[in-house]
């Protein structure tokens, strides 16, 4: 597994939730799963996605916990703002650009990987790239892509 693109938010004002995203890649030819993360600066670190509902005849996004992230064979599953992301809960520290902290990315099949993340600022941790997946990081319908 490779992990790139790691950053953080800062958490702002009183807000003790901060959010991490990164790009997985998977170079085996074995489906894999990110089954969890683990990080001391935080009560409760989770994986989340985020839903588009309808309420009141407005379309609003909401995040919701989802069990794992699949990382498909020889793709790449990313997380970026407004999909898939890890949540921090209860951030123990103010989170400020230029501080890093220490994650443990827990997988399936892969041994663990422990990862050094950045927090960046705000208009830092917006996505980089254009989507070759969907949001849960699959391969397009078509399987073309990277």
């Not at 074995?30 to 001391?40: C, F, I, V």
């Not at 041994?111 to 993340?117: A, I, K, Q, S």
């Amino acid at each position: 597994m490779t992990v790139t693109d790691l950053r953080a938010r800062p958490s702002l004002g009183a807000a003790r939730n901060s959010i991490v995203w990164m790009t997985i890649g998977n170079t085996s030819a074995t489906p894999d799963r990110l089954l969890r993360a683990e990080s001391d600066v935080a009560e409760r670190v989770e994986l989340h996605t985020h839903i588009m509902e309808k309420r009141d005849g407005r379309v609003v996004m909401r995040m919701r916990p989802v069990p794992d992230i699949p990382v498909p064979p020889q793709w790449e599953a990313r997380l970026e703002p407004g999909g898939l992301h890890v949540m921090l809960i209860g951030v123990r520290r103010p989170l400020r650009p230029g501080d890093r902290f220490a994650l443990r990315l827990v997988f399936e099949n892969a041994p663990p990987m422990d990862v050094t993340v950045p927090v960046l600022k705000l208009s830092q941790t917006m996505g980089r790239h254009g989507r070759t997946g969907g949001a849960d990081g699959r391969p397009p319908a078509s399987g073309s892509g990277n």
